[in-house]
């Protein structure tokens, strides 16, 4: 589950899996925002950090949004920063996708897309799953 | 075992504050410690001193605040969502803190469990 | 891994998508408004009595009751507990999903 790492200094004694999951769309509401503004900081404390985008969730990773007309700030591009982070487990349901009439080349960023039954072994591993 | 626990809604419009409330309440009488109450998104309103629900209904600000007390809960507020949201210090009840989004991965961390409660 | 379901099956796909992707072994507790889908007699009880060979369920009871629903007839199998016992279920599990 958690390591103790002895011999770096500078490495955290534990490292857990944390798992943050987005299951809804953008601007409708403020979760994927906000989601995104955990993941950014908590990439700092050296954990084992996988995003997941399930359901609705995959529409936050969709390209070309353009919200002048709405007024609210595209945050899009910021998926751009998980990969400067060194947050790069990133994984998109495939059936999520498929049911929304999405492939991975629709998406803002490269993720790694997963099959559910691949997914769910995933998600079974983590020590902390914080979804919104 | 110790706690985290992660509240994302405000007092009222969703039962999550409650339920959050009622979870910590029972894990401290079954003798656990709570690391934190990590309040993030709309649930940065469960700190706000001017909540003043009718007078025959739960005061959630004021339990979380009395339980805060009582067991030494840190009980935090995430600043960039507080600022969005327009709490501020002048505004925050007693006994919860301002800090940044580091201390609910802290608590994620350091505590053996980590629960949310939200929509 | 313990997942929790705060949401009537009628308003949100929560449900759907942990039992989607819910581990075999797992439990799911339902809280909330989630404890709607314990109803024996109520649309969505399939969803939860096809797949009791694969997770354990739960239903906190003071939501239960808040809903008017202490005398409604429970799918079978399906276990009332109370917020402590909510609080042993956490502890025993390895970790916590709530799906929101």
Not at chain 1, 103 to 124: N, S, Y
Not at chain 2, 47 to 54: G, T
Not at chain 3, 50 to 70: C, H, I, K, Q, T
């Amino acid at each position: 589950m958690s390591e103790m790492n002895e011999f770096d200094e500078n490495a955290p004694t534990v490292v857990k899996r944390f798992m943050y999951v987005n299951r809804r769309a953008p601007y409708g509401t403020i979760y994927a925002l906000e989601c995104l503004e955990v993941v950014l900081v908590a990439a700092a404390f050296d954990q084992d950090v996988s995003v997941v985008f399930l359901d609705d969730g995959v529409w936050q990773l969709k390209k070309n949004q353009d919200t002048t007309g709405i007024g609210m700030k595209n945050f899009s591009k910021t998926y751009g920063a998980l990969d400067d982070y060194d947050v790069e487990k990133i994984y998109v349901e495939k059936e999520s996708l498929a049911a929304r009439g999405l492939t991975a080349d629709d998406l803002v960023i490269p993720v790694e897309v997963l099959a559910a039954d691949d997914l769910r072994e995933v998600m079974a591993q983590q020590d902390v799953v914080i979804g919104f | 075992m110790k706690f985290a626990i992660l509240i994302t809604e405000g007092p009222f419009t969703h039962q999550a504050s409650d339920s959050a409330y009622r979870f910590t309440a029972a894990a401290l009488t079954r003798g656990h410690e709570i690391y934190r109450v990590f309040f993030y998104n709309d649930g940065v309103y469960n700190s706000d001193r001017l909540s003043e629900p009718q007078t025959d209904d739960r005061n959630l600000v004021s339990l979380w605040a009395k339980l805060g007390q009582e067991h030494d809960i840190d009980l935090v507020v995430c600043v960039a969502a507080s600022l969005r949201r327009g709490i501020k210090d002048e505004i925050l009840e007693d006994g919860f803190r301002i800090s940044g989004l580091g201390q609910l991965v802290e608590a994620g961390i350091q505590a053996d469990r980590l629960i949310v409660f939200g929509d | 891994m313990l997942h929790l379901i705060n949401k009537s099956s009628f308003e949100r796909n929560a449900l759907d998508s942990c039992l989607r992707m819910a581990k075999s072994g797992s439990s799911i507790l339902l809280i909330e408004d989630g404890v709607y889908a314990a109803l024996a007699k109520a649309a969505h009880a399939e969803k939860i009595i096809g797949r009791m060979e694969d997770f354990s369920f739960y239903v906190l009871g003071p939501d239960v009751a808040a809903r008017g629903l202490s005398d409604a007839a429970l799918i079978d199998g399906i276990d009332v507990v109370d917020y402590e016992e909510f609080v042993d279920m956490v502890a025993e599990h390895d970790a916590t999903q709530s799906w929101l």
